[in-house]
């Protein structure tokens, strides 16, 4: 059988920037197994597989693979799939709406598309999720597995932490963009002390204004088969929602330009928000442009 295939970079405006990511837009009669083969063999961060939809009122079922397991959600997969869906304009013989709406084990994830004048030019999700924090993490774990000290790690805002919006990671700020740019995994502490509460890996930030961007981020996950990532949008989009919890205001709308991926010669950039009210935090997003690169066909 042959099952087509193309590949975009995600959260950039430009080929070889942000994060590539492989999509099989009609991955009907794949194997979970077979799934996870091909994303193994694409070896990128994330390779998605788009599936008749379970209900009709939806646009499609994704399902997301690392390298060496399966996500409930991810932002530069979805991102890149509602592009990818939207440039063909139907799946499995139905044309598709705007927004999307794809199931996946996380929950459902609406997608608007994003577009230049006619030209579709990236997309924007709702994460299917309300923000969840869990258990903190002690900062010399965090610095340990990431090749710093304990004093590089900025407390001040909260201490390392677990949360999530589909997908767990743990979240640490660092004092300097000298100490993110130093920042790298260390396996074997990952291996001796992670997976933690289902976590997908760390998540590094640092606020630094500068040049149009807000926050500079990383994202270490070398037990998922990704040593580390160029753009990790369910992270940041979890990140928005964080600090927007962690503002004194009971109402906000935050507005966040992140880019990640600066130190892998990949620059990304990430458009989050988060809407703060009543004290609590009812939804995130995160948004990005893409530029599509190659296709072909995977015989199986």
């Known amino acids: ?153 900025e407390t001040s805002s909260h201490v390392p932490c677990i949360a999530s919006c589909g997908t767990r990671f743990m979240f640490a700020e660092v004092k300097t963009r000298r100490a993110l740019a130093a920042a790298q995994p260390r396996p074997e502490i990952f291996s001796q002390n992670f997976p933690i509460d289902g976590t997908t890996g760390i998540h590094l930030y640092v606020r630094d204004p500068a040049d149009g961007i807000d926050i500079w981020s990383r994202m270490f996950a070398p037990l998922h088969g990704v040593s580390e990532d160029p753009a990790t949008g369910s992270a940041n989009v979890t990140l928005a929602g964080l600090l927007a919890s962690l503002s004194p205001k009971p109402a906000l709308s935050l507005r966040l330009r992140i880019a990640q991926g600066v130190e892998m010669g990949r620059p990304s950039l990430l458009d989050a928000s988060a809407e703060k009210r009543g004290g609590a935090v009812i939804e995130t997003r995160i948004a990005g442009r893409c530029i599509p690169v190659m296709k072909g066909v995977f015989d199986i």
């Not at 399902?63 to 991102?79: C, D, Q, S, W, Y």
């Open 1 to 153: 059988m042959q099952f087509e295939f193309v590949t975009v970079d995600v959260f950039t405006d430009r080929r070889f920037g942000g994060n590539p990511l492989a999509v099989f837009p009609n991955a009907e009669g794949l194997t979970t197994a077979q799934m996870q083969s091909i994303a193994g063999e694409f070896n990128l961060s994330e390779t998605t597989f788009v599936l008749p939809p379970k209900d009709a009122a939806h646009t499609a079922e994704v399902r997301i693979f690392t390298p060496k397991a399966e996500l409930p959600f991810a932002g530069h997969p979805n991102v890149g799939t509602g592009f990818v869906v939207a440039r063909l304009g139907s799946v499995y013989g139905r044309a598709v709406g705007d927004p999307l709406l794809f199931e996946e084990q996380a929950g459902l994830v609406p997608v608007e598309v994003l577009r230049d004048n006619d030209a579709i030019v990236g997309a924007r999700l709702t994460a299917p999720r309300p923000l969840s924090r869990g258990a903190d993490v002690t900062a010399e774990i965090i610095a340990a597995a990431c090749s710093l000290t304990v004093d590089d790690i």
